[in-house]
């Protein structure tokens, strides 16, 4: 069950600086100490919110992992986005609409859950949280857009080797948490769980990566990248 850990202060919060109030002066942030959001954290595989229910609350993610899905009118379900600290969702309720996915938490996570409400007052306000939000949807439609041409352009094998690149970015080699299931990213990716556990098994055999229950490791990205870009679409 979801455990509401206590109310959050933006002017001491560590990811402040990716959350819609970075772009707020410290003066103003003690201005609006009052609007204290709760943090919440819910155990893998509860639910944040399910697509369809009212919009009372937005969500900054402060910790872990959350896919967001979608359910089709025959029931088949699909994983359009996965979230990493610092993402927000749940702001349908600006436009007056329901929830547009559900949003499932893969691993431990610790959210900022934001009164609806209460924010449409101090965005109001504070025209620099306006700013932050406008950019963060900007950046978000360009994933989405960037995500369009990697299904409709991109071969198989081009896909998941992007979407692994991606992932570890900047890990300089390390270990990295992938709590996604190979039939997960499959789903993510538009591909069979068989397609993908064939690349996976290929590409460990050429030293390109490892692989771990729930982690993974990319040991050549140079490899991966020529796999990426092999029909020039990077």
Not at 8 to 37: D, K, M, W, Y
Not at 53 to 59: E, L, M, T, V
Not at 103 to 111: F, R
Not at 172 to 182: A, D, E, H, N
Request: charged share 20%.
């Amino acid at each position: 069950m979801s455990n509401v850990k206590g109310k959050g202060h933006c002017q001491s919060c560590q990811i402040r600086h990716l959350s819609i109030f970075a772009q707020l002066p410290t003066v103003r942030l003690v201005e609006i100490q009052a609007f204290q959001p709760s943090v919440v954290i819910y155990a893998p595989d509860e639910t944040v919110y399910h697509q369809g229910d009212p919009a009372a609350n937005a969500y900054t993610l402060r910790k872990g992992l959350v896919k967001l899905t979608k359910t089709l009118p025959n029931g088949r379900t699909q994983i359009v986005r996965v979230l990493r600290t610092g993402d927000l969702f749940g702001f349908d309720g600006f436009a007056s609409e329901p929830y547009n996915h559900t949003a499932t938490p893969l691993s431990e996570i610790e959210v900022c859950r934001l009164p609806l409400g209460e924010l449409m007052e101090l965005k109001k306000q504070n025209p620099e949280i306006e700013n932050t939000m406008m950019r963060r949807w900007i950046q978000h439609l360009r994933q989405a857009e960037d995500m369009m041409l990697e299904l409709g352009a991109k071969k198989a094998s081009e896909r998941l080797a992007s979407f692994l690149i991606r992932w570890c970015e900047g890990t300089g080699g390390s270990w990295v948490v992938l709590p996604l299931s190979r039939g997960e990213i499959g789903e993510l990716l538009g591909l069979t769980i068989e397609t993908v556990s064939r690349f996976l098994s290929d590409w460990k055999r050429q030293g390109f990566l490892n692989e771990q229950r729930g982690s993974i490791q990319i040991q050549s990205v140079d490899g991966l990248r020529k796999v990426a870009c092999a029909s020039g679409n990077c």
